[in-house]
């Protein structure tokens, strides 16, 4: 499962992005971005979450710890890895 900026799903992307099980989540939400990720992992069994690391598109100082939040609320495992 992948999430993506709720932003993309618009036409023509929607249906592509529903189709392959792209979960929208609004980065910019009161509610905040772990808690709408840790609500979705819960609605489901079995479920993988990938997120790009930070630095990708500019250097960053330091690494933030979201996923960290993500995965001890949800009681997931972190897996590391690379392409």
Same mark, same amino acid.
């Given at each position: 499962?992948?999430?993506?900026? !709720?932003?993309?799903? &618009? ?32 609605? =489901? !069994? ?11 598109? &500019? ?8 996923? =960290? ?15």
């Amino acid at each position: 499962t992948v999430l993506g900026k !709720d932003s993309l799903f &618009k036409p023509p992307f929607k249906r592509v992005l529903d189709w392959a099980g792209v979960i929208p989540v609004k980065r910019d939400s009161a509610n905040g971005l772990t808690e709408q990720v840790v609500a979705t992992i819960q609605q =489901y !069994d079995n479920i993988w979450i990938g997120m790009a690391p930070e630095g990708t598109r &500019k250097k960053a100082k330091k690494m933030k710890s979201g996923f =960290y939040h993500i995965a001890a609320k949800a009681n997931i495992p972190i897996v590391m890895f690379s392409f």
